[in-house]
């Protein structure tokens, strides 16, 4: 393997569920969202936007287990079925933000990145037949 990064340990593990168990009493709201398209830049914004809040992504079932998956093992009042919620590219955010202000702000968060694979374009563009003019010639294989 020529990556450098380290694999997550069971003890980092159980941190980040012992974290997670700790937000559910710190903060006043715990709202599961559904991530569409995520970028690390994206990510870092969001987190500098709510400073006050946590953002947990990543492994689902680290984050279930933190919750507890069932009944019998969960932390808090029904949150076994906050942990059934956690599953594709969901997360959960901790926040004492009003949800008024939550819903208003994701709502008209919007932005603007390059199309990825899979995107679909917005328009078509067609290119008449023939010589393009303002290229040389020789840029055609570049």
Request: proline share 3%.
């Amino acid at each position: 393997s020529f990556t450098v990064t380290q694999k997550k340990t069971a003890e980092w593990k159980h941190n980040l569920a012992d974290k997670l168990r700790q937000y559910v009493y710190q903060y006043d709201r715990m709202i599961v969202f559904k991530f569409v398209n995520p970028r690390t830049d994206l990510v870092q914004d969001l987190r500098k936007k709510f400073r006050k809040s946590k953002f947990f992504l990543g492994k689902n079932k680290v984050l279930q287990i933190g919750l507890g998956r069932t009944e019998e093992e969960e932390v808090d009042t029904n949150l076994h079925l906050v942990a059934n919620e956690l599953v594709g590219q969901r997360g959960i955010l901790f926040t004492n933000e009003s949800v008024k202000d939550l819903v208003t702000f994701f709502n008209e968060h919007r932005v603007k990145v390059h199309a990825r694979p899979g995107n679909l374009a917005p328009s078509t563009v067609k290119l008449e037949t023939g010589v393009l003019e303002g290229f040389s010639h020789n840029q055609e294989p570049l």
